[in-house]
């Protein structure tokens, strides 16, 4: 093959387990609702910062430590994170990844999350909780898009892999695993209920 493909970009989607997946969300959904209600301090920083939506990012951030909820999912999030890791050929020297942070995301019509990256991660993910039909995804931005320069744009029917943005569906059950550097965003949402999901991010120690 005289054209090869280096430097890749990967992402991982995968469901969390193959079964009971439905009672572990009827739990999650409440545990993420009591949190909101809890969390004075959470809601009162999303008013200014995270309109219309609630994030415990800037409040309560490590929730499997304070939830035996929360680190048992972690536990089983940690497998898919190890998986990740292996694929993408990372020298740990040693160590392991360990979660810094988790946290919850509660999106309502309207709310949405703009393009950010996680500094000071090394993988970071996001796993869903409830996702009524027809909500945002998440949508993942080409590293390379501001190192384009003159480039023309690329075709409609361009194939996934050379397209500048790629758009992961959002699907209870499902967790979505990318290296931390990769700028990403949530569209608003658009359908008339709250999508809920869980982020987190692992560091190298």
């Not at 572990?24 to 949190?35: K, W």
Request: charged share 20%; with cysteine.
């Amino acid at each position: 093959m005289p054209i090869r493909a280096w430097f890749p970009t990967y992402l991982y989607r995968e469901p969390l387990q193959k079964s009971g997946l439905d009672r572990l969300n009827a739990e999650l959904v409440d545990e993420c609702h009591r949190l909101r209600e809890f969390d004075a301090a959470g809601r009162k920083w999303c008013k200014t910062n995270y309109p219309g939506g609630y994030t415990s990012y800037a409040s309560m951030n490590q929730l499997h430590r304070f939830s035996s909820t929360f680190a048992d999912l972690e536990k089983k999030l940690a497998r898919h994170v190890r998986t990740f890791a292996r694929a993408l050929e990372l020298d740990l020297r040693g160590s392991e990844l360990h979660v810094s942070d988790l946290w919850v995301n509660i999106m309502p019509p309207t709310a949405n999350h703009s393009l950010h990256l996680h500094p000071l991660s090394c993988i970071s993910g996001t796993y869903y909780v409830q996702t009524p039909p027809g909500c945002p995804g998440l949508k993942f931005e080409d590293p390379r898009l501001d190192r384009f320069m003159a480039a023309p744009p690329k075709l409609p029917t361009a194939r996934p892999a050379n397209r500048t943005h790629v758009t992961f569906p959002a699907a209870a059950g499902y967790i979505v695993l990318f290296e931390s550097w990769l700028r990403h965003e949530v569209p608003p949402n658009r359908v008339d209920a709250e999508r809920i999901s869980i982020s987190f991010n692992y560091d190298w120690s």
